[in-house]
C-alpha cells in the first residue's frame, strides 16, 4: 500500500523567507505527484503535480517542486513566501491505472507567514 | 464553468441517524472520488465511481457506508447508523479521465454527530 510522509507539521516562517516543504512515498512503481493547498476557509486547489518528464515542476503563485526517483521524494519549494501563502499544504501520490486511482494524501503541513 | 458542488456543507445527526451526503461533479466530468478527513489527519481515500458503477471501494468501512453514481443525479454518499466516530470533514472530487488528470475537489460536508 502507498504511503505519503511529510516531515513537518506545522512551520512558522516571516515574509520573503524561502520554504522547502518534505514529502516522501512509498510506492515502487509508476506514481502521479500532487501537491495541494487549502487556503483558510476554501477548498482544496492544485498547486503542481508530477506526470512523467522534467522532474522540476513549476506550479501555480512561484512554487515549483523536484520529483528526486531515488529518494522517493517530491519537496515543495518557494523562494520568497507572502502572507497569502499561509495555508494547510497537501503532497499527495497516486499509482496511475488498475482503478487504483484515489489519491493517497499526507497528513499536511500547516504553513503560517508573519508579516 | 462550475466547480464540484456538495451539498449540504453542514450536517449535524444524532448517533443512529443517517447521513447522506450528494456530491454533483464539475461539468463533462465522470469520475467521482469520496474522501474522508479526521481531525488532524489528511484526507482518506473511500471510493471511486464512474456513472452507475463502483470502481475502487478499497477505503470504504465495511459496514453502514454506501456510496452510488447513479445515471442521472449526483453521487451520494451515505452513512447508516452513524457514530461520534463518524464526524469528520467528507470531500468529494471529480476529474473528466482516471489517472492521468488532476481531481478537482468539492468545498466539503462537515459532518457532526451529536
Known amino acids: 500500500a502507498q504511503s505519503v510522509s511529510q516531515h513537518n507539521h506545522h512551520v512558522i516562517l516571516s515574509e520573503a523567507a524561502s520554504l522547502e516543504l518534505g514529502c516522501n512515498y512509498s510506492y515502487g512503481g509508476t506514481v502521479n505527484l500532487f501537491w495541494y493547498v487549502q487556503y483558510p476557509g476554501q477548498h482544496l486547489q492544485l498547486l503542481l503535480k508530477?506526470?512523467?518528464?522534467?522532474?522540476l515542476v513549476k506550479g501555480i503563485k512561484g512554487f515549483e517542486a523536484e520529483f528526486i526517483k531515488s529518494k522517493f521524494s517530491f519537496n515543495l519549494r518557494k523562494p520568497s513566501v507572502q502572507w497569502s501563502d499561509t495555508a494547510e499544504y497537501f503532497c499527495?501520490?497516486?499509482?496511475?491505472?488498475?482503478?487504483?486511482?484515489?489519491?493517497?494524501f499526507g497528513k499536511g503541513t500547516h504553513l503560517i507567514i508573519q508579516p | 464553468n462550475a466547480g464540484v458542488m456538495q451539498n449540504p456543507r453542514h450536517l449535524v445527526r444524532r448517533r443512529g441517524q443517517e447521513a447522506r451526503l450528494r456530491c454533483s461533479p464539475m461539468?463533462?466530468?465522470?469520475?467521482v472520488y469520496w474522501y474522508r478527513q479526521l481531525p488532524e489527519e489528511g484526507l482518506k481515500f473511500m471510493v471511486y465511481l464512474q456513472k452507475e458503477n463502483i470502481i475502487d471501494e478499497s477505503g470504504m468501512p465495511k459496514e453502514r457506508f454506501s456510496a452510488e453514481f447513479p445515471k442521472e443525479g449526483p453521487s451520494i454518499l451515505r452513512i447508516q447508523q452513524v457514530v461520534r466516530g463518524d464526524s469528520a470533514a467528507y470531500f468529494c472530487?471529480?476529474?473528466?479521465?482516471?489517472?492521468?488528470?488532476?481531481?478537482?475537489f468539492g468545498p466539503g460536508t462537515r459532518l457532526t454527530v451529536t
Open positions: 499527495a501520490v497516486n499509482s496511475p491505472g488498475g482503478g487504483a486511482d484515489g489519491l493517497t
Open positions: 461539468k463533462g466530468h465522470s469520475h
Open positions: 508530477y506526470f512523467s518528464g522534467d522532474p
Open positions: 472530487a471529480s476529474s473528466p479521465t482516471a489517472g492521468v488528470d488532476e481531481q478537482y
